[in-house]
């Protein structure tokens, strides 16, 4: 059964970078593309980025391009989300998941809050 657990949450100010970890167990990782999503409190789920199994290809929702970038180690079975030029409506807290469908994932974390103060 594939496990994915985040780390790297916090509170930092507008203007900071953050980076999340989420590590990957139960299966073969790089046989898996990956994705965050983040929800913010009383909002629906968003995607946030995805990228391929090799790490080639990789894309971002329009409100995060430009600032934040997925990466992964194959061998850590590790995803990355590096976050820069944070913004308070980036406040959410974050998952990563796999076994993408569409818009959805069969697997997710539990989660990583991230506040970003004004």
């Known amino acids: 059964q594939v496990q994915l657990e985040e780390s790297g949450g916090g509170l930092v100010r507008t203007g900071d970078s953050l980076e999340l970890s989420c590590v990957f167990s139960?299966?073969?990782?790089?046989?898996?593309?990956m994705a965050w999503f983040r929800q913010a409190p009383g909002l629906e789920r968003e995607f946030v980025g995805y990228?391929?199994?090799?790490?080639?290809?990789?894309n971002y929702a329009d409100s995060v391009k430009g600032r934040f970038t997925i990466s992964r180690d194959n061998a850590k079975n590790t995803v990355y989300l590096q976050m820069n030029s944070l913004k308070p409506e980036d406040t959410a807290v974050y998952y990563c998941?796999?076994?993408?469908?569409?818009?959805?994932?069969?697997?997710w974390g539990q989660g990583t809050q991230v506040t970003v103060s004004s």
């Open positions: 990228i391929n199994w090799s790490g080639g290809d990789s």
């Open positions: 998941a796999t076994g993408l469908t569409g818009n959805s994932a069969t697997y």
């Open positions: 139960g299966g073969t990782f790089s046989m898996y593309a």
